[in-house]
């Protein structure tokens, strides 16, 4: 009984620590509570964008730490095509880019091949899509186009190089509307 009333007796005598504790307590509960509901909301959004585009599998190399810098060989893509019961591969990229200039940092940078079935599906407010051997030629989607303020003709530079922006677009996707399209080739290359 004595170390209950000497627990109460502390928590009453001083009342400023009892309160900071309290309030430190709920500040990391609720910090908790956000990062979880982030972290579901962006595992949800990534599940829409592969199940709105039909992909039931995605290959990546097996181990590294980043999955966004490993590669996989695209002598492997004819052979997965020709595995049962698979209707279509579509080759592509990723990377992560800072644009500084901006204020924008980890936006994502998509490469696709022109004819691509996710060029297919998105909506081109203004401008083109990109074709074949369109290099230094880039694809804004409408959320970077907004925040960066570029339009159809403008040049961003990113890797270095600078990129003509040759449309804007619309997906349904949260990610690749704040994202870049470039050709697969320019971003291999880069």
Do not use: C
């Not at 900071?20 to 509570?33: D, F, H, M």
């Not at 186009?145 to 190089?161: H, S």
């Amino acid at each position: 009984m004595r170390l209950l009333t000497m627990s109460l007796k502390n928590l009453t005598r001083r009342r400023m620590r009892s309160l900071l504790t309290i309030g430190g307590l709920a500040i990391a509960v609720a910090a908790l509570v956000a990062l979880v509901g982030m972290a579901g909301g962006f595992e949800r959004s990534f599940l829409d964008l592969y199940q709105e585009r039909g992909a039931d599998l995605v290959v990546q190399r097996a181990g590294g730490a980043l999955q966004l810098a490993s590669g996989v060989d695209e002598r492997l893509g004819p052979r997965m095509a020709a595995l049962p019961h698979v209707q279509q591969v579509i080759a592509g990229l990723m990377d992560v880019i800072a644009l500084e200039k901006y204020d924008l940092f980890a936006v994502i940078v998509n490469g696709w091949e022109p004819g691509s079935p996710v060029i297919k599906q998105i909506k081109v407010d203004s401008g083109r899509v990109f074709t074949a051997g369109d290099a230094h030629k880039l694809m804004l989607g409408r959320v970077l186009a907004a925040n960066t303020g570029l339009k159809v003709g403008d040049t961003l530079e990113f890797y270095g190089e600078p990129f003509e922006v040759i449309g804007i677009f619309e997906s349904s996707s949260v990610y690749e509307n704040g994202a870049i399209f470039v050709l697969r080739s320019e971003l291999q290359r880069l």
